[in-house]
C-alpha cells in the first residue's frame, strides 16, 4: 500500500517569508512527483512537477527531491497571503498508473 | 480552452438513494480520472480511463460504485445505493495520453455530495 504523508499543519509564516513545505512517500519505485495547489472550496492545479534528484525552480517556487530518502519538499520565497491554500503532494510509479495523494498542508500566510 | 466541466456542483440525496455525476473532459484528452476527496483528506483515485478503456479501477467499491466512459469522451460516475459515508468532493481530471504530459491532470470544479 503505497503512503504519502504531510505534516496537515496549520503552517504559518509572515508576508514574504519562505514557506517550507515537506513530503515523505513509502515506495521506492516511484518516480514523478508533483505538488498541487487547493484553495478552500476549489480544486486541485498543478504548480510544480519534478521527476530527478535535485533542484527544480519556477519562479517563487523550488520543488526539491531526494530519491534516496523518499522525501520530496516545495520551498514558496517571498510567500504572499494569496499563498495561502492546502498543498497537496502526489507520487507517480512507472508501473501502475494512478497517483497517490497525501492529506496536504494548509499554509497561512500571514500580512 | 475549455476546461473540464462536471455536473452537478451540489447534490444532496439521503442515504440508500442513487446518484450520478458527469464529466466532460478538456477536449483531446484521452485519459480521464475520476477523484474522491473527503474533507480534510487528499483527492483518492477511484477509476482511470484511457479512451472508453478501464486502466486502474483497484479502489472503486464495485459493490456501489460503477462508471463508464462511453465513445471515450464523457463519463458518468454513480454510486448506488449511496451511504453516508460516500459525502464527499468527486473530482473528474483529465489529461493527455503519453509521457511527461500524461502527469499534467487537469481538475474540473468537483461535484459536492452530501448523503443524509
Known amino acids: 500500500q503505497k503512503e504519502v504523508e504531510q505534516n496537515s499543519g496549520p503552517l504559518s509564516v509572515p508576508e514574504g517569508a519562505i514557506a517550507s513545505l515537506n513530503c515523505t512517500y513509502s515506495?521506492?519505485?516511484?518516480?514523478?512527483f508533483f505538488w498541487y495547489r487547493q484553495y478552500s472550496g476549489k480544486s486541485p492545479e498543478l504548480i510544480m512537477s519534478?521527476?530527478?534528484?535535485g533542484d527544480k525552480e519556477d519562479g517563487r517556487f523550488t520543488a526539491q527531491l531526494n530519491k534516496a530518502s523518499q522525501y520530496v519538499s516545495l520551498l514558496i520565497r517571498d510567500s504572499q497571503p494569496s499563498d495561502s491554500a492546502t498543498y497537496l503532494c502526489?507520487?507517480?510509479?512507472?508501473?501502475?498508473?494512478?497517483?497517490?495523494f497525501g492529506p496536504g498542508t494548509r499554509l497561512s500566510v500571514l500580512p | 480552452e475549455a476546461g473540464v466541466a462536471q455536473s452537478p456542483r451540489y447534490k444532496i440525496i439521503e442515504k440508500r438513494q442513487s446518484v450520478a455525476f458527469w464529466c466532460n473532459p478538456i477536449?483531446?484528452?484521452?485519459?480521464l480520472y475520476w477523484y474522491q476527496q473527503i474533507l480534510g483528506q487528499g483527492p483518492k483515485l477511484l477509476i482511470q480511463?484511457?479512451?472508453?478503456?478501464?486502466?486502474?479501477d483497484s479502489q472503486l467499491p464495485k459493490d456501489r460504485f460503477s462508471a463508464e466512459r462511453l465513445k471515450g469522451v464523457d463519463s458518468t460516475l454513480k454510486i448506488q445505493p449511496a451511504k453516508l459515508e460516500d459525502s464527499a468532493v468527486y473530482l473528474c481530471?483529465?489529461?493527455?495520453?503519453?509521457?511527461?504530459?500524461?502527469?499534467?491532470?487537469?481538475f474540473g470544479p468537483g461535484t459536492r455530495l452530501t448523503v443524509l
Open positions: 481530471a483529465s489529461s493527455l495520453p503519453g509521457g511527461t504530459k500524461e502527469n499534467e491532470q487537469f
Open positions: 515506495d521506492r519505485v516511484s518516480q514523478s
Open positions: 519534478i521527476y530527478s534528484n
Open positions: 502526489a507520487v507517480k510509479d512507472n508501473y501502475g498508473q494512478n497517483f497517490v
Open positions: 477536449s483531446g484528452h484521452a485519459t
Open positions: 480511463f484511457q479512451n472508453n478503456g478501464v486502466v486502474d
